[in-house]
Each structure stands twice: as structure tokens, then as C-alpha cells.
């Protein structure tokens, strides 16, 4: 009669693990470049290009392991040095390159160069290296970032901060003229490591590092900020560390809805962020890392790490250099390859192994084919670091809430402590619908076939789970909020937070019929059913049916099956006063309380029909607290 709330015990299904394919493209032997720092980059002829921070032909004195690489490497693996830099043309570049609308790549070297602190690049598909400009430390900084190619047709990048500068964003031409965009200053950040990109909405969007710098150190936990093209800089927001994180350290990634999103180290679990920042300033904490998911940690200086890429699923994607599941060498955790959704639903996709290698510094990237390409800048048979590819497994449909609803009258409004409620959606659960089972402590479960759901943080009991609807009680817990979310969980994919409002009662009749409105699901005194073939007689009495009628005494017990007690009152009632009116007239009740065999927030009320109502199909309302139960329900009349 009551449709999911009754006790029958089912087992749950089993979650399955998300799969994913590793493949190792090509190894890095010392010879044709090592320890591989920047990101990879598809070129228009399907190869993709990149460089190492080490190794080649050309000679360094620091690093001795020689002074880097640009590569070529086919997507079958074939692996092609195109230039080994020689100090002179730049040495140690950390950033990958990006391919100009000439055809060309453009790219960067930390030091080496006329004024040893670095340069930048052109060079051809073939292999032929142009010097294009060579930072000078005293004016510039210092260990410039990788290139975007604006809508302008221009190069933009930043440098960190040297000795007399705090950082900058810089702009050079296709003809290699430079200039300085913005010079940053104590109040505007510094810093800033990670380069820019460019929104859709023309302007260039960045992070630093830090927020100042005094007497030659930098202080502060950095910013992110928005400069025109023209050189005008906003800062958009500040970082304070705590559970919003510190020391933003990837390139910024803009998504499909607009909003930009990065990675920042610290944050409420220690072990990093992913944040989400509207064009407007507005910030949010999108995930905090527990290291059981991955994680990214400073040790013995900050250095590159990948950002995040948006992937044509329009899923963020990106990688952490510690944590997760694998075992690098035995002994520590190697990292992860992980997915999120803008919802900030995190889905780790793969662990990094010990024969896959570790730490992980440029940015995924998804070729024409689907994979992921990247580097790892410690793996191979020489420990020179090495190019991989990875099949992300197909993302898993996100719950999606549309509807919560009282389960009895099926119209939406605040909800109550104990109340059975439905929820509506899609992805839900499974395709094939579970009912309701018991915990190890005879409970009615808060997790069946995978699936869990919260109300304001709080664990519900659940009764009925399927792919488009869920019917659970609301936890006593509740008790005192005013707004809270209600967020489904479905094989570790989290919903979107569906905003609802809290009240001390929301008194619904269950109907016959499941309408929510029509005959109401009642017995009659000689324990019949009642309706319109079989009604009550006049100063008979029925037994009612009911949710949201909020706390009681003894307290509620989320969860619990209601039994019948010893001693008074049988059974837990409502704290705030019930009342009951057929036909518009007051009726006298006999007994109110939780109903003995269902889970506690289905309530039982045994009421007498008064002789002086018409006969027929009769109004009929319960009210708990001053809240009525919803109208249109009726009780048939002899």
C-alpha cells in the first residue's frame, strides 16, 4: 500500500573499477634528450613535438647531462631529436612548445642564451632553430614560461622573478620584437610561473606564484589575474591558504562553460586543490586531494607540474605527481591520472606504476585520435624519462537531479526531519531497481546498489533505488538547518547539489492510487481497504498514513524500523500537535505515532469518522505543527 518504505531485504550490486590503457610510446636514452619537463604539442602533419630539459648532443656546463632537446615523435613511436641546444641558442627548457599559425613551433629555454637567462625560439618542422630574443634578468626575470599565440597573431608568455624583478608578462611578435606587458609590483602578485592563456573573450588570464616580493624574498600564497592585450591588469583574486589552497602552479584551463579552472598546492587536505574561478572573480574550491585520490607536494622547490586539459567530453582531465593507488619503486605512491567533471565529481582513471615510471610535470594532452599523450620526466631503462599514451575509459553518465519531492503528495517544498521523499532525475542508480536493505545493526541502509544520498551532509536511509528515481528519509539529523543540499552518489560519481530548504514539518497523506491526491491509502476498522466500493461507517474508525510529521519523543533514530513498545506510547509520536479533519470537522484521534513495521518517519493515525459528515467521497486533511497535508485527498463515507 505504501509503495518502498515497507522491510524487505535485497542485497546490494557490486561497483566495478574504472579501467584505463597505459602504453609507453618511446624512451628518452640521455643521447637524444632527457628528464622531459614541458607539455607535448600535435603538430598539423599528426607527429607530435616536445622537448627535454636535459641531455643531447650540445654541451653544458650545468647541467653536465647536456643542455636538451626538441623531439619529434610519430604517434607508432618513432622518436626523432630535431635540435640539441648548445648554451649558446639556450639550454633547459622546462615549457613544451606551440605550434604558430606559420607552421612553426615557438618555444622557450630557462638559461643559455646571450645573457644566460634563457631565450626564445623558433624552429621549423625540420628541425631549423632561430634565436629569436634572449632574456636579460636584470629587466625581464627569469625562467619564462611556454608561448600561446594570441588572436593578434602574437606570442604572450611570463617570466618568474630574478634579482631586481618580480615577474612579468611579456608579448613578442612573429619577427621577434619584445616588449614588456606588464611588470608585476607588490600589490599585483609575483612571480608568475605558469604563463597565460587567452579567454574567449580576448583577454590573457594567469596566476603567480606568490603575491610579493621584499628584500629579494617572496611572500604571500599568489593570484590569479586577468591583462588585456594591451596590458592592463586586474587581479582577480588572492590567495590566503587554508582550505582554499596556495601557490597556484599550472596554467589556467577555460572550459566550456566559461569559467576558468587550475590546481593550487595545500587546501583543506594538504595535498592540493582544483579550483574554479568565473571571469568575474568569483572563486570556489572544486576538489580538495586526500592523496588516496593523488596529490602534489613541494619538495625541495616548486616546479612544473601539468595543469589541467579540457577533453572532448568536456570532462577536465590532468595528473598528480604523488598519491593514488600504484607503487613507484615499492615504496611510495606514484601518482594518478585523474578526471573531473565541472560538477567537481573526481574519478581517478589510473595509478601510476612502478614500471610506468614517476613524476609527471607537463600537461596531458588529447590527440585527434582520443588518447592522452604525455610525459614523465623519470622513467625508461635509462631513467631519462619517456612519452606515453593513455585510452581514458569512457566516462561514467553523472547523477543528475531534477525533482525532490514529498513521497506521498509528490509536490516539491521544504523538507522535514524523517520524511520520506522522492527524488527524480536521470543516472541515479541502476537500471534495475533495488529496494531497501539492513545494515549489520538492523537499520534500513543508507547505501543500496551503489547508491547514496545526503541531505545537508547527513547520510539517508534509502527505500527504493533506480536509474530515474529514489525514494529515502530524510536523517532526524536535520533537525535546526534552514537550506541544505541534496547531493546523490551513484559507483563514486556525485550529483549535482540540488538546493532544498528545511522545516519542523511537511505532513503528507499517502494516497491509494500513488497520485498524491484521490482516495487515501487507508483501512478500514474492520481492517478492509477503504474507497468508493467499500467506505467506512459513520463513528467508525480508519487507520491513516502519512509522512513529514517531523521530530518526535522519544527522539527519531534515522534509520530505525519503528516497534512496538511496552510501554506508553507505543510508539514514538510527533512532538508538535496532530489534528484531523473529515469534511471540514474536527474527528477524534485515537492513536498517532510511527507505524509499528516501517522505517520511523512513516507515521500511523487512527481516527474516528464523525456521525454528523455527509456520506460519499469526503475531504480529508492532517495537520502537524499548524502544516497541512496536502489537498485534494478524500475518505469515503458510508
Same mark, same amino acid.
Given at each position: 500500500?505504501?509503495?518502498?518504505?515497507?522491510?524487505?531485504?535485497?542485497?546490494?550490486?557490486?561497483?566495478?573499477?574504472?579501467?584505463?590503457?597505459?602504453?609507453?610510446?618511446? =624512451?628518452? $636514452?640521455?643521447? /637524444?634528450? @632527457?628528464? +622531459?619537463?614541458?607539455?607535448?604539442?600535435? #603538430?598539423?602533419? !599528426? *607527429? %607530435? &613535438?616536445?622537448?627535454?630539459?636535459?641531455?643531447?648532443?650540445?654541451?653544458?656546463?650545468?647541467?653536465?647531462?647536456?643542455?636538451?632537446?626538441?623531439?619529434?615523435?610519430?604517434?607508432?613511436?618513432?622518436?626523432?631529436?630535431?635540435? =640539441?641546444? $648548445?648554451?649558446? /641558442?639556450? @639550454?633547459? +627548457?622546462?615549457?613544451?612548445?606551440?605550434? #604558430?599559425?606559420? !607552421? *612553426? %613551433? &615557438?618555444?622557450?629555454?630557462?638559461?643559455?642564451?646571450?645573457?644566460?637567462?634563457?631565450?626564445?625560439?623558433?624552429?621549423?618542422?625540420?628541425?631549423?632553430?632561430?634565436?629569436?630574443?634572449?632574456?636579460?634578468?636584470?629587466?625581464?626575470?627569469?625562467?619564462?614560461?611556454?608561448?600561446?599565440?594570441?588572436?593578434?597573431?602574437?606570442?604572450? #608568455?611570463?617570466? !618568474?622573478?630574478?634579482?631586481?624583478?618580480?615577474?612579468?608578462?611579456?608579448?613578442?611578435?612573429?619577427?621577434?620584437?619584445?616588449?614588456?606587458?606588464?611588470?608585476?609590483?607588490?600589490?599585483?602578485?609575483?612571480?608568475?610561473?605558469?604563463?597565460?592563456?587567452?579567454?574567449?573573450?580576448?583577454?590573457?588570464?594567469?596566476?603567480?606564484?606568490?603575491?610579493?616580493?621584499?628584500?629579494?624574498?617572496?611572500?604571500?600564497?599568489?593570484?590569479?589575474?586577468?591583462?588585456?592585450?594591451?596590458?592592463?591588469?586586474?587581479?582577480?583574486?588572492?590567495?590566503?591558504?587554508?582550505?582554499?589552497?596556495?601557490?597556484?602552479?599550472?596554467?589556467?584551463?577555460?572550459?566550456?562553460?566559461?569559467?576558468?579552472?587550475?590546481?593550487?598546492?595545500?587546501?583543506?587536505?594538504?595535498?592540493?586543490?582544483?579550483?574554479?574561478?568565473?571571469?568575474?572573480?568569483?572563486?570556489?574550491?572544486?576538489?580538495?586531494?586526500?592523496?588516496?585520490?593523488?596529490?602534489?607536494?613541494?619538495?625541495?622547490?616548486?616546479?612544473?607540474?601539468?595543469?589541467?586539459?579540457?577533453?572532448?567530453?568536456?570532462?577536465?582531465?590532468?595528473?598528480?605527481?604523488?598519491?593514488?593507488?600504484?607503487?613507484?619503486?615499492?615504496?611510495?605512491?606514484?601518482?594518478?591520472?585523474?578526471?573531473?567533471?565541472?560538477?567537481?565529481?573526481?574519478?581517478?582513471?589510473?595509478?601510476?606504476?612502478?614500471?610506468?615510471?614517476?613524476?609527471?610535470?607537463?600537461?596531458?594532452?588529447?590527440?585527434?585520435?582520443?588518447?592522452?599523450?604525455?610525459?614523465?620526466?623519470?622513467?625508461?631503462?635509462?631513467?631519462?624519462?619517456?612519452?606515453?599514451?593513455?585510452?581514458?575509459?569512457?566516462?561514467?553518465?553523472?547523477?543528475?537531479?531534477?525533482?525532490?519531492?514529498?513521497?506521498?503528495?509528490?509536490?516539491?517544498?521544504?523538507?522535514?526531519?524523517?520524511?520520506?521523499?522522492?527524488?527524480?532525475?536521470?543516472?541515479?542508480?541502476?537500471?534495475?531497481?533495488?529496494?531497501?536493505?539492513?545494515?549489520?545493526?538492523?537499520?534500513?541502509?543508507?547505501?543500496?546498489?551503489?547508491?547514496?544520498?545526503?541531505?545537508?551532509?547527513?547520510?539517508?536511509?534509502?527505500?527504493?533505488?533506480?536509474?530515474?528515481?529514489?525514494?529515502?528519509?530524510?536523517?532526524?539529523?536535520?533537525?535546526?538547518?534552514?537550506?541544505?543540499?541534496?547531493?546523490?552518489?551513484?559507483?563514486?560519481?556525485?550529483?549535482?547539489?540540488?538546493?532544498?530548504?528545511?522545516?519542523?514539518?511537511?505532513?503528507?497523506?499517502?494516497?491509494?492510487?500513488?497520485?498524491?491526491?484521490?482516495?487515501?491509502?487507508?483501512?478500514?476498522?474492520?481492517?478492509?481497504?477503504?474507497?468508493?466500493?467499500?467506505?467506512?461507517?459513520?463513528?467508525?474508525?480508519?487507520?491513516?498514513?502519512?509522512?513529514?510529521?517531523?521530530?518526535?519523543?522519544?527522539?527519531?533514530?534515522?534509520?530505525?524500523?519503528?516497534?512496538?513498545?511496552?510501554?506508553?506510547?507505543?510508539?514514538?509520536?510527533?512532538?508538535?500537535?496532530?489534528?484531523?479533519?473529515?469534511?471540514?470537522?474536527?474527528?477524534?484521534?485515537?492513536?498517532?505515532?510511527?507505524?509499528?513495521?516501517?522505517?520511523?518517519?512513516?507515521?500511523?493515525?487512527?481516527?474516528?469518522?464523525?456521525?454528523?459528515?455527509?456520506?460519499?467521497?469526503?475531504?480529508?486533511?492532517?495537520?502537524?505543527?499548524?502544516?497541512?497535508?496536502?489537498?485534494?485527498?478524500?475518505?469515503?463515507?458510508?
Amino acid at each position: 500500500m505504501i509503495a518502498g518504505v515497507s522491510v524487505t531485504v535485497t542485497q546490494p550490486a557490486a561497483a566495478t573499477p574504472p579501467t584505463g590503457g597505459f602504453t609507453t610510446l618511446a =624512451s628518452f $636514452n640521455g643521447t /637524444d634528450g @632527457a628528464l +622531459p619537463f614541458g607539455s607535448l604539442v600535435q #603538430g598539423t602533419d !599528426g *607527429n %607530435f &613535438y616536445g622537448t627535454t630539459s636535459q641531455g643531447g648532443l650540445g654541451s653544458c656546463s650545468a647541467p653536465p647531462a647536456g643542455c636538451g632537446t626538441v623531439f619529434k615523435l610519430s604517434p607508432g613511436g618513432t622518436l626523432a631529436t630535431l635540435h =640539441s641546444f $648548445n648554451n649558446s /641558442d639556450g @639550454a633547459t +627548457p622546462l615549457a613544451g612548445l606551440t605550434q #604558430g599559425s606559420d !607552421g *612553426n %613551433f &615557438y618555444g622557450t629555454t630557462t638559461v643559455g642564451g646571450a645573457a644566460g637567462s634563457g631565450t626564445i625560439f623558433k624552429i621549423t618542422q625540420g628541425g631549423a632553430l632561430t634565436t629569436m630574443y634572449s632574456f636579460n634578468p636584470q629587466t625581464d626575470g627569469g625562467t619564462p614560461s611556454g608561448l600561446i599565440q594570441a588572436t593578434d597573431g602574437n606570442f604572450y #608568455g611570463t617570466t !618568474g622573478g630574478a634579482a631586481f624583478v618580480n615577474g612579468t608578462v611579456f608579448k613578442i611578435t612573429p619577427g621577434g620584437v619584445f616588449s614588456i606587458l606588464h611588470n608585476f609590483n607588490n600589490s599585483g602578485g609575483a612571480n608568475p610561473m605558469a604563463g597565460v592563456i587567452q579567454g574567449t573573450d580576448g583577454n590573457l588570464y594567469g596566476t603567480t606564484l606568490q603575491s610579493y616580493m621584499t628584500n629579494n624574498e617572496f611572500g604571500g600564497y599568489g593570484t590569479i589575474f586577468r591583462i588585456t592585450l594591451s596590458g592592463s591588469l586586474t587581479t582577480l583574486y588572492s590567495f590566503a591558504s587554508g582550505p582554499g589552497g596556495a601557490y597556484p602552479f599550472t596554467r589556467l584551463t577555460q572550459a566550456g562553460d566559461g569559467n576558468f579552472y587550475g590546481i593550487a598546492f595545500g587546501g583543506s587536505g594538504g595535498w592540493g586543490t582544483i579550483f574554479k574561478i568565473t571571469p568575474g572573480g568569483s572563486f570556489d574550491v572544486l576538489h580538495s586531494f586526500s592523496y588516496t585520490d593523488g596529490g602534489y607536494a613541494i619538495i625541495g622547490g616548486v616546479y612544473p607540474h601539468g595543469g589541467l586539459v579540457r577533453g572532448a567530453d568536456g570532462n577536465l582531465y590532468a595528473t598528480t605527481t604523488i598519491g593514488g593507488a600504484g607503487l613507484v619503486y615499492g615504496v611510495a605512491a606514484g601518482g594518478t591520472i585523474f578526471r573531473i567533471t565541472l560538477g567537481g565529481a573526481l574519478t581517478t582513471v589510473y595509478n601510476i606504476r612502478g614500471i610506468d615510471g614517476n613524476t609527471f610535470h607537463g600537461d596531458l594532452i588529447q590527440g585527434t585520435v582520443g588518447n592522452f599523450y604525455a610525459t614523465i620526466s623519470q622513467s625508461g631503462a635509462y631513467n631519462d624519462g619517456s612519452v606515453f599514451s593513455f585510452a581514458a575509459p569512457a566516462a561514467v553518465a553523472l547523477p543528475t537531479i531534477t525533482a525532490v519531492v514529498n513521497a506521498a503528495s509528490f509536490q516539491a517544498g521544504p523538507i522535514s526531519p524523517g520524511e520520506v521523499i522522492t527524488i527524480g532525475g536521470s543516472d541515479l542508480g541502476p537500471p534495475t531497481a533495488a529496494g531497501l536493505t539492513l545494515d549489520q545493526t538492523g537499520k534500513v541502509s543508507t547505501q543500496v546498489a551503489g547508491v547514496q544520498v545526503q541531505f545537508g551532509g547527513f547520510a539517508a536511509p534509502l527505500t527504493y533505488v533506480s536509474s530515474t528515481q529514489i525514494n529515502a528519509v530524510v536523517p532526524y539529523e536535520i533537525q535546526g538547518l534552514s537550506n541544505l543540499s541534496t547531493v546523490v552518489t551513484y559507483e563514486s560519481q556525485t550529483s549535482n547539489a540540488f538546493p532544498t530548504t528545511a522545516t519542523p514539518t511537511a505532513p503528507a497523506l499517502f494516497t491509494s492510487n500513488g497520485s498524491g491526491t484521490g482516495p487515501v491509502a487507508c483501512l478500514n476498522q474492520d481492517y478492509t481497504y477503504n474507497g468508493p466500493v467499500n467506505p467506512a461507517p459513520k463513528g467508525s474508525y480508519i487507520v491513516l498514513y502519512l509522512t513529514g510529521e517531523g521530530q518526535t519523543a522519544p527522539q527519531g533514530v534515522t534509520g530505525e524500523v519503528t516497534v512496538v513498545s511496552a510501554v506508553p506510547p507505543l510508539t514514538p509520536q510527533p512532538v508538535l500537535p496532530v489534528i484531523v479533519l473529515i469534511g471540514g470537522q474536527s474527528a477524534f484521534v485515537a492513536f498517532y505515532g510511527e507505524a509499528p513495521g516501517f522505517v520511523a518517519g512513516v507515521m500511523q493515525v487512527n481516527v474516528q469518522i464523525p456521525l454528523n459528515v455527509p456520506s460519499g467521497n469526503i475531504p480529508l486533511s492532517v495537520s502537524v505543527g499548524g502544516n497541512s497535508s496536502q489537498a485534494g485527498v478524500t475518505v469515503s463515507v458510508q
